[in-house]
Structure formats: C-alpha cells, structure tokens
C-alpha cells in the first residue's frame, strides 16, 4: 500500500517555466488537496477535490491550476513559474471530510529562480 | 476569518520529560486536528479533536470548544517526538474541506 506518491522530489525551475506536480493516491480516497509551506509556516491550502471532476479553490490557487480526471490522481500545475511560488508543496487525501485523517505525500520542493 | 495561534513557538525538552502544547482559534470550530511534522518533512494526522479528550499511546488531546482551546499533552517524551506540531482549524464554519494551519510549535528533545 503506497499510500499518497508525490512526484517529484525536488526541482529547480527558471521563472516563466511551467511544470506539473504529480500527486497519485491508492486507498481510494474521495477527498485531495494540495498545500504549500513556506519557511517556518503551517501549510496553507491550494486547491482540494471531492472527488473525480469536482475541484474548488483553497486560500492561495492564484499561479496554480488543478485537474481530478480520476479518483487517484490530482495534479497539481504551475504556469509561468515565479520566485514567490518557491515552496515545499504537499499533496493529500482523505476519506471524507478530515474526520477519518489526513494522509500526506512526502512532499516536492520547488524552487524558482 | 479564523486565526490559529500555537505556543510555545519553541520547545526543548530532555528525554523523559512531559510536555503541553496549546492551540488557541478565535472562533467556533467543529473540527480541530492535530499533525506532527517530523525533522524530515512527514508529516503525519495525531488527532481528530473537534472536542473531549483522546489518546495515543504517549499523546493526548483535549479541546474545550467552548473556551476556544485545544491542548496536545507529549508523556515521557522521546527523541522520535522531535519536530513541529501544529493544530489546525476549518477556515469556515460547516467547511472542513478548508483548514487554517498555525505556525507550529517546533519541538527538539535531547538524549
């Protein structure tokens, strides 16, 4: 059991780059979301998903886009990647509405330069 | 909208000791939770809390809602304990899809 697989690790961007996080979980979790944490900050959310075709905005989605083609996959896209979206981004899923828990990828660090 | 505040920012502890952890949030919530960030970025779901009292082998947690407070009790800590722990929050009320995340209490403990 993989649980939340979050590709990939580390990339380094140039600004005015784009590229896609790729977030795939196996527990058939319903619910997705994606995080970043800045430096010596709590996360702060994204986007999240209810499920395959439903996707909604969390407090930072400017510079982000999000698709939900599947249960299992939620990806996460920059277009024209900027300094201020340098961050470690989580993705994670759970069962309905966080009573059940989280599960958290292990995280992708990105940086802009 | 809510605002999160954890104390202490930071927290040292020697092998054994005890700790309290607490989350204050400024207004009702149904839905507290509580994760632990480990030294390498995992980060891992503690506790469902939106009230009472839970526990977890050595962790507990409590939640008085009504005085807009949760508190996370660390027994006999251990150097795996080390890392942030931070509570979090829905952002709006009947929303949990939305958490407003503190800043964290960072724990370090020493052998």
């Known amino acids: 059991n993989a649980g939340v697989t979050q590709t990939p690790k580390f990339r380094i961007l140039k600004i005015g780059q784009s590229m896609t996080l790729q977030c795939t979980q196996d527990m058939n979790h319903n619910y997705m979301y994606w995080y970043r944490q800045d430096p010596g900050m709590g996360l702060k959310l994204i986007y999240y998903?209810?499920?395959?075709?439903?996707?909604d905005k969390g407090e930072v989605p400017n510079g982000y886009n999000v698709s939900r083609s599947t249960t299992e996959d939620f990806p996460l896209r920059l277009e024209l990647a900027a300094p201020s979206q340098t961050s470690v981004y989580f993705c994670?899923?759970?069962?309905?509405?966080?009573?059940?828990?989280?599960?958290f990828g292990s995280g992708t660090r990105l940086t802009v330069v | 909208g809510i605002q999160v505040e954890q104390s202490p920012p930071d927290l040292i502890l020697q092998e054994g000791a005890n700790s309290t952890l607490r989350c204050n949030f400024s207004?009702?919530?149904?839905?507290l939770q509580w994760f632990h960030q480990n030294p390498w970025g995992q980060l891992i779901n503690l506790f469902y809390?939106?009230?009472?009292?839970k526990q977890n082998g050595r962790l507990s947690a409590t939640t008085v809602a009504t005085e807009r407070y949760s508190l996370l009790y660390i027994s006999s800590s251990q150097t795996t304990d080390s890392g942030v722990y931070f509570c979090?929050?829905?952002?709006?009320?009947?929303?949990?899809?939305?958490?407003?995340w503190g800043l964290g209490t960072s724990l370090a403990v020493n052998p």
């Open positions: 809390i939106p009230s009472g009292t």
């Open positions: 998903s209810v499920g395959a075709g439903i996707t």
């Open positions: 979090a929050a829905p952002g709006n009320a009947g929303n949990n899809r939305k958490l407003i």
């Open positions: 994670a899923s759970s069962y309905s509405q966080g009573a059940y828990g989280y599960t």
């Open positions: 207004d009702s919530v149904n839905n």
